[in-house]
């Protein structure tokens, strides 16, 4: 049996753990490989508990987060690396791009996650948004790299941001994380510098989960949910 792979493109170092962390948890319990992309450490805006604690350096900070993200990536069972291109601002280049388009091509991955189109809190969300979408189109380019093989066409899902009515975002697909909660839990235990969103992303979990239940047959109390970019094609309505 082929390993099933699935790719998570995150902006930070912990965006993956708050808005995923449920969705890796529960592939990885069902024999998938599933691997992190982080394009940053959040290190100049993500890290506030860091800073506020004085005598800090960047490279100081920027550690701390990647054990962080190491940490909470080993509960959850996927595998992480790191493209430290900048936070506050992100900013790519074509070298960082193609590094995006290798891991397409070497995971071929039946899904991908990342930002949504839009966040005006948070520019760099939709920055990796566009990465992840460019990327995925150049991975699909026969001209690109001639010889290596391409990728298909892996669809793509758009976790929650933080203030989803601000950036034009809606739920169209819900995933019950419940069997898996209390990895996403423990993840988000490991992410210190944003201690704050623990509580937050629990509520998030719940109401979800309500929202599930009513969209469904199911008794769901914790759930993910995510905005599809492109048609779904299936076998099947169910």
Not at 38 to 52: D, I, N, P, T
Not at 209 to 216: D, E, K, L, T, W
């Amino acid at each position: 049996m082929n390993q099933k792979n699935a790719l998570i493109v995150s902006a930070h170092s912990a965006d993956f753990v708050w808005r995923a962390g449920g969705t890796i948890a529960l592939y990885v319990e069902r024999g998938w490989k599933v691997h992190i992309l982080c394009l940053s450490f959040g290190e100049r805006g993500e890290s506030a508990k860091l800073w506020k604690q004085g005598n800090m350096s960047l490279e100081t900070v920027k550690q701390a987060r990647k054990e962080e993200s190491e940490g909470a990536a080993e509960i959850l069972g996927a595998s992480v690396s790191f493209l430290d291109c900048g936070d506050y601002p992100l900013r790519v280049g074509d070298d960082s791009l193609f590094k995006i388009v290798d891991a397409y091509r070497e995971l071929n991955p039946e899904f991908v996650l990342t930002h949504s189109f839009k966040d005006p809190y948070n520019f760099d969300h939709p920055l990796a948004n566009h990465l992840a979408l460019e990327a995925r189109i150049i991975a699909q380019a026969h001209g690109h790299n001639p010889g290596q093989s391409v990728i298909g066409a892996p669809p793509v899902f758009l976790f929650e941001p933080h203030q989803p009515e601000q950036c034009e975002w809606k739920p169209e697909l819900f995933l019950d994380i419940s069997p898996v909660w209390e990895k996403k839990y423990n993840a988000f235990q490991v992410m210190g510098a944003q201690e704050h969103l623990w509580d937050y992303y629990t509520r998030v979990g719940l109401q979800r989960g309500v929202q599930a239940s009513r969209n469904s047959n199911k008794k769901i109390k914790y759930a993910e949910c995510f905005q599809c970019v492109y048609p779904r094609v299936a076998d099947d309505l169910l």
